[in-house]
């Protein structure tokens, strides 16, 4: 499973949910720029940001928009089964 985490250096939510993923280790955060990987943005039609999407084998298992609490994260892997 992996956290894959849409931002741009520009957004300051971003920035600020950084600091919340900083010392997250219950999955691997994959960072995806959004001014860079374009193709990522559109396959998952990310519209806001930040937004974390967790995934198993390239599948949507779970979204979040907005500053989302790394409890609120912790739940959702909890209740996912794999």
Same mark, same amino acid.
């Given at each position: 499973?992996?956290?894959?985490? *849409?931002?741009?250096?520009?957004?300051?939510?971003c920035?600020?949910? @950084?600091? *919340?993923?900083? =010392? *997250?280790? =219950?999955?691997?955060?994959? !960072?995806? =720029?959004?001014?860079?990987? /374009? /193709? &990522?943005? @559109? &396959?998952? $039609? %990310?519209? $806001? &940001? !930040?937004? &974390?999407?967790?995934?198993?084998? @390239?599948? /949507?298992?779970?979204?979040f928009?907005?500053?989302?609490?790394?409890?609120? %994260?912790?739940?959702? %892997?909890? $209740? %996912? $089964?794999?």
């Open positions: 499973m992996k956290l894959l985490k *849409f931002y741009t250096t520009h957004c300051s939510q920035k600020v949910q @950084d600091k *919340f993923l900083k =010392d *997250f280790t =219950d999955v691997e955060v994959v !960072p995806v =720029d959004c001014n860079e990987r /374009e /193709e &990522l943005v @559109d &396959l998952y $039609n %990310i519209r $806001n &940001l !930040p937004t &974390l999407i967790l995934v198993t084998s @390239d599948k /949507e298992v779970a979204r928009v907005g500053i989302t609490q790394i409890n609120v %994260i912790k739940e959702a %892997i909890k $209740n %996912i $089964n794999i």
